[in-house]
């Protein structure tokens, strides 16, 4: 079955840099769109960055600049590297996998993230 297991979350100070990764399993990754999603307290789960299967990349607009999305088909793994974090950037952060627009979207478990000083 599919398991999207994400990494690299923690605590980090402003202006500081974390890497998030997304290990899929169980899928097609090379002819899917993945993308990272963000849920901060009260708020809904918002589009971070995704990146289709040809390489082409969204971007929040909150984050353009700052952090970069990327895929290794050869190892299922997705990352997105985040830098220059500000205290707004704080929330869960959530991998999602669709391998076409008429497929089910999975859902990784979530990966805390949290700036603070």
């Known amino acids: 079955q599919v398991q999207l297991v994400e990494s690299g979350g923690g605590l980090v100070q402003p202006g500081g840099s974390l890497r998030l990764a997304c290990a899929a399993s169980?899928?097609?990754?090379?002819?899917?769109?993945m993308g990272w999603y963000r849920q901060a307290p009260g708020k809904q789960r918002d589009l971070v960055a995704s990146i289709t299967s040809g390489g082409d990349k969204n971007y929040a607009d909150s984050v353009k600049g700052r952090f970069t999305i990327s895929r290794d088909n050869a190892k299922n793994t997705v990352y997105l590297q985040m830098n220059s974090l500000k205290p707004e950037d704080t929330a869960v952060y959530y991998c999602?996998?669709?391998?076409?627009?008429?497929?089910?979207?999975?859902w990784g478990q979530g990966t805390q993230v949290t700036v603070s000083s």
């Open positions: 999602r996998y669709q391998a076409l627009a008429i497929t089910p979207a999975y």
């Open positions: 169980g899928v097609a990754f090379s002819i899917a769109t």
